[in-house]
């Protein structure tokens, strides 16, 4: 069916990148915003605006019987999720299906398929991806059994989870029994599902993601990977494509995979299916598939052309994949930073506030996706997600040197923001090498300490 | 069976005026689910509390959205601080009767207290009633009947009691 107007069910700088290619397309915006999203840069873009519910998510952004109301009653004819909030929640296609109205993104089935661990696990195995050597337990003789042939260190991970919690490393056999128990019970009171599994546990591995596209008909191609392994705390700070230093013979394996992992769920929309590689020993193990669009997606757009919310929204519309999208190739190299209103002073604690001066850089090969402007006001409610700057080039030297300048030129006050990190990491030589593993930021921190302890105002001028 | 209007205004009144906040019936096929719209009755907000709001915030770009736009002509009256707001709990659609054909809850002039139902908001099929949260007499009802409320739109204001 054609889609002529969207409803947006999200906030910040991915509802601007939404309403953005909305207005190309032609197709109207509706933002269901909360009461502490009313003045924001992105409701002053949309077509209308909506308040679905107060400042806390948990009664508006996440309230899938609001959002859907508002969607019938402004006359959407489709929701588009964003990423977090709503868009892994099987919950908000299947209203959708009840009313009349288009998700954009995957079906009910894919997203249960791929939020349960276990079972995506399961299904990267009978689709011959390569998993982490692990598996369920439901008790503690099972478990310790498993562990014995898994060895440590191990991880006990939440079936339900993500984001850290419910997330316990086994150094030696002997703690399992009580990291088991902590698991469950952080599993259970942050999903409601205190199901544990366990795996091996890949000390330096490398944070590897290939994007997908699938019609929902069985056809799948894939629009490169993305190196996400520049983390803090399981929270990704800067990714890049292509993966440095891998080789073609890797790149491909990893490519290849996701297409049959996504082929063998007939996967419908924008994916990603992460991996964990050993560039050492030249292997990798699935991790998990993001039914969503990622806000890591300019660096693949940057180097293929294609916009990616274009083609979720066509698919959605039931246009299929774009003729010609499996032939484009990738060429060039491109490195997004994201800016964070985090204080380094205090541990990368969220810095909320007013925005008071902000100078975005500009220039050639520089995208910068924002809803911050001069006044904006950075909720306590929401993520500390400023903007997002992403350098493309010919190949990774020039980029890296466009990056360094627009970094350089990025000047935002009134919020404490992460900017000068960046810059460290960009005049970093292991960075500048390429190819390093999770272990990295904590590696930068213990060779410039002053860079965790960084004063406020140096944060807030750089 | 089926139930009639009359018989479902009943049930209505009848967990109005008990203490629990929410009743699901399930009677030959049929399914009924109330639940009051917060424990605590309807948000309210003082004129004069808005007013200060509205006086420090920025003023709205020009091409405002059409949601904030009418929020802020609502805001914008003249402070009587004897008047108070009954701003929407949620999203929904508004309802000024019980059902179609019915009289209102309430009329300009009416008498209510803290406990009166002054409309009902449905989300979803779900019907919300909206109390009064405050004792006085409706001077304006804002939204058409029937339309889409928005969380934190001026639905009626009310004259306090003396």
Redesign the interface.
């Known amino acids: 069916m054609a889609i002529r107007r969207i409803l947006i069910a999200n906030r910040g700088e991915i509802a601007a990148r939404i309403i953005r290619t909305c207005r190309a397309l032609d197709i109207e915006t509706v933002?269901a915003v909360?009461?502490a999203d009313?003045?924001s840069n992105p409701?002053?873009q949309?077509?209308?605006?909506?308040?679905?519910?107060?400042a806390k998510s948990s009664a508006?952004y996440l309230n899938a019987?609001?959002v859907?109301?508002?969607a019938i009653?402004?006359g959407a004819d489709a929701i588009h999720p964003g990423y977090g909030f709503l868009s892994e929640r099987a919950i908000l296609p299947q209203?959708c299906a009840e009313s009349g109205l288009v998700f954009i993104g995957p079906t009910a089935d894919q997203i249960l398929a791929v939020g349960d661990k276990l079972r995506a696990r399961v299904a990267a195995e009978a689709a011959t991806v390569p998993v982490v050597p692990g598996g369920a337990v439901s008790s503690l003789i099972e478990a310790e059994q498993l562990a014995r042939s898994i060895g440590a260190p191990l991880l006990v991970k939440a079936v339900g989870g993500g984001g850290g919690r419910g997330l316990k490393l086994v150094e030696r056999l002997e703690d399992l029994p009580a990291l088991l128990d902590l698991a469950a019970a952080e599993a259970g009171a942050a999903f409601g599902d205190a199901r544990v599994y366990l795996e091996h546990y890949v000390a330096h591995g490398r944070h590897v993601e290939v994007q997908v596209l699938g019609d929902g008909a069985g056809e799948v191609i894939h629009l490169g990977e993305r190196d996400c392994s520049v983390q803090r705390r399981y929270q990704k700070l800067i990714e890049e494509t292509p993966a440095p230093r891998l080789s073609s013979a890797l790149r491909e394996q990893l490519q290849q995979s996701a297409v049959r992992f996504a082929r063998s769920l007939s996967y419908r929309g924008a994916g990603t299916v992460e991996f964990i590689v050993d560039a050492q020993r030249e292997s990798f193990y699935f991790l998990e598939m993001n039914a969503r669009i990622q806000v890591e997606h300019p660096v693949t757009e940057a180097v293929t052309g294609i916009d990616l919310v274009a083609e979720q929204i066509a698919i959605a519309a039931g246009r299929g994949l774009s003729p010609g999208l499996a032939a484009t190739q990738g060429g060039g190299c491109a490195i997004e930073c994201r800016i964070n209103a985090e204080d380094p002073a205090q541990d990368f604690r969220a810095s909320p506030g007013r925005v008071q001066e902000v100078n975005w850089p500009t220039g050639e090969g520089i995208r910068v996706d924002t809803h911050i402007s001069a006044?904006s006001n950075v909720p306590p409610y929401y993520d500390s997600l400023l903007g997002k700057i992403i350098a493309s080039g010919p190949d990774r030297s020039v980029t890296l040197a466009r990056l360094r300048a627009a970094i350089a030129a990025t000047r935002i006050s009134g919020v404490v923001s992460n900017v000068a990190f960046h810059a460290a990491v960009l005049d970093d030589a292991e960075f500048i090498a390429g190819g390093v593993d999770t272990g990295f930021v904590p590696r930068l921190f213990a060779r410039r300490p002053e860079l965790c302890a960084m004063s406020a105002a140096s944060g807030t001028h750089g | 069976m089926s139930l009639t209007a009359a018989e479902v205004a009943e049930i209505m009144r009848l967990l109005e005026h008990s203490r629990f906040d929410e009743l699901s019936l399930e009677i030959d096929g049929i399914k009924l689910h109330l639940r009051r719209a917060g424990a605590a009755g309807g948000v309210l907000q003082s004129t004069e509390a808005v007013a200060h709001d509205a006086a420090s915030a920025k003023p709205a770009a020009g091409g405002a959205p059409s949601g904030a736009a009418a929020g802020t002509a609502a805001l914008a009256r003249p402070t009587d601080p004897s008047l108070t707001d009954i701003a929407s709990p949620m999203l929904g659609t508004f309802y000024r009767a019980p059902k179609p054909g019915s009289p209102p809850f309430v009329e300009v002039g009416a008498k209510v207290t803290e406990e009166s139902v002054i409309a009902i908001i449905e989300v979803m099929k779900l019907m919300n009633s909206v109390r009064a949260g405050i004792s006085g007499t409706i001077t304006e009802i804002l939204p058409a009947d029937e339309t889409l409320v928005e969380f934190g739109q001026v639905l009626m204001r009310v004259r306090r009691d003396a």
Request: glycine residues 8%; positive net charge.
């Open positions: 933002l909360s009461a009313r003045d409701a002053r949309a077509d209308r605006v909506v308040c679905i519910g107060p508006s019987q609001a859907v109301h508002a009653a402004t209203l006044g």
